[in-house]
């Protein structure tokens, strides 16, 4: 019997206290979302933050780029992700030798009866792995955009649907790692998220290391959301209220970007739609039916420092400088009273 937390689901009205008319976000979407994080932290130890993003994303059904060392638990936290949706799973290991057909599919000729059939490739599923994006060439890479973009894919002519909901959560090692290759700028459009893990602090480290001390830590965790959930959810949070204050400084942070003197290329509409629905979804995470300022502000670096280009780092492949040029731009946008 899996390990299953028990998880409230009220009944009745769902609306929340907050501004403006009460919107369909309720004490149930937001007790389903708390529950993934607890399970998550069961095993995976001090990466709240990582955590709470991750679980933004999968709210909205974006895309996120996860960057650190190895063993860091980039692919241990995403499985975990993974075990807590009652749903279907695939890990992707990129390989300099893997081929789009590995990642998509292909036809395959069967000596039976005469007739080529479809064998499908691991990207049809609801939940992604992309391990180690970064390790495969640009032509193998290319095979998940049409995928993260109109979740569908292309198998010799013909377009077959992704089963909902889909999302792809991809890890890669820093650019100057040996045999890694820096991912297009029309990759890394894709993700809504680029997050970067850091090393974790000492007494979190400490806790890591006593919990293996007797073996894995909570080697079986049982699912909170089914696929329904996971769909109910992401129809909830683009319900959640954003007033036009909070629209029109979204939009004076995505122009200023376009105007900087340090930028080649700003956020594009798609950038800015993307932030928005962002907002929205860390808003329901927090338990409200409406945006405050603080929840553009919090997601401006994850969610547009990879879709900028700067003047000084066109082919360096380092983020850290269109992250600082993010957060100047932010301290300089005035904040709607």
Do not use: C
Request: aromatic share 6%.
């Amino acid at each position: 019997m899996t390990d299953r937390p028990a998880v409230e689901r009220p009944t009745g009205d769902r609306r929340l206290a907050g501004p403006g008319p009460g919107a369909p976000v309720g004490p149930a979407d937001v007790a389903l979302a708390q529950a993934v994080m607890r399970q998550v932290a069961r095993r995976v130890v001090g990466q709240e933050y990582m955590v709470e993003r991750l679980l933004i994303s999968l709210l909205t059904g974006g895309h996120v780029l996860l960057e650190g060392v190895p063993g860091l638990a980039k692919t241990l936290t995403v499985r975990t992700l993974a075990e807590t949706i009652r749903t279907t799973f695939q890990r992707i290991q990129f390989t300099p030798d893997l081929l789009p057909a590995d990642v998509i599919g292909t036809q395959v000729y069967d000596q039976s009866n005469g007739q080529f059939s479809v064998k499908r490739g691991p990207i049809f599923a609801n939940v992604i792995l992309a391990d180690e994006i970064n390790r495969t060439t640009p032509r193998t890479q290319s095979a998940l955009l049409e995928a993260m973009s109109d979740r569908q894919a292309s198998i010799e002519g013909k377009t077959y649907l992704l089963p909902p909901p889909f999302i792809v959560l991809a890890t890669q090692n820093p650019y100057d790692f040996e045999g890694t290759y820096v991912l297009p700028e029309s990759q890394l459009d894709r993700f809504m998220l680029r997050l970067r893990m850091g090393y974790p602090i000492r007494s979190e480290e400490r806790k890591v290391i006593a919990s293996h001390r007797d073996g894995e830590p909570v080697d079986g965790l049982g699912p909170v959301l089914t696929a329904g959930d996971v769909l109910q959810l992401q129809r909830s949070v683009r319900m959640v209220q954003v007033d036009d204050a909070i629209t029109d400084y979204l939009l004076d942070i995505v122009h200023a970007t376009r105007r900087s003197e340090d930028l080649h290329v700003g956020v594009s509409t798609r950038g800015a739609l993307t932030l928005y629905r962002a907002a929205q979804s860390l808003a329901l995470v927090s338990g409200r039916n409406y945006v405050i300022t603080d929840d553009v502000k919090t997601l401006t670096v994850p969610v547009l420092s990879h879709r900028v280009v700067g003047k000084s780092f066109l082919q360096a492949g380092e983020f850290g400088a269109a992250e600082a040029i993010i957060r100047d731009i932010v301290d300089r946008i005035r904040v709607p009273a």
